[in-house]
């Protein structure tokens, strides 16, 4: 057994009998070199690093379909927006149509009360109010304008 190997061993018996899944050091010892082992059946240690590694072109290709895929799921995404936006512009205008078609019918009642109301204001005469112009420079006298000190 190597030295590194040792000293997992090792750690892994003390957080065996730490946690109290083995009573006994030689129960954790057992019990860290099966861990190990299957460690090592689950992890094949490869030679050669060419295996492992990927080549370029094969990650190129598949950035490429990833790309691809993202397109095509925005471009959808982007449809059904203005799917969306086609269907609530189409409700909204249901919807002033309706409002519009129940004021209609509510407004032509109020057309023949105003009607009426025309008559009844021509007998009253308005007078003109006096804030608005229309008085002469006798009206107000010019001391109510200025202060000329004690009176």
């Given amino acids: 057994m190597d030295?590194?190997?040792?000293?997992?061993?090792n750690e892994l018996i003390k957080e065996l009998q730490k946690h109290g899944m083995a009573t006994s050091s030689d129960e954790a010892a057992v019990k860290a070199e099966e861990i190990m082992n299957l460690g090592e059946k689950i992890i094949p240690q490869s030679d050669s690093r060419a295996e492992s590694i990927v080549s370029r072109d094969e990650l190129q290709s598949q950035i490429e379909q990833l790309k691809r895929?993202?397109?095509?799921?925005?471009?959808?995404?982007?449809?059904?927006k203005l799917a969306l936006t086609k269907k609530a512009d189409i409700s909204a205008l249901a919807a002033i149509a309706s409002q519009q078609s129940s004021q209609s019918r509510i407004v032509e009642p109020e057309r023949t009360q105003i009607k009426i109301q025309p008559s009844e204001?021509?007998?009253?005469?308005k007078e003109p109010h006096p804030r608005q112009g229309n008085y002469n420079p006798g009206d107000v006298a010019i001391d109510k304008f200025f202060y000329y000190g004690k009176k």
């Fill in 69 to 80: 895929a993202f397109n095509n799921l925005s471009n959808d995404i982007e449809s059904l």
């Fill in 3 to 9: 030295l590194e190997r040792m000293k997992k061993v």
């Fill in 121 to 125: 204001q021509k007998e009253e005469k």
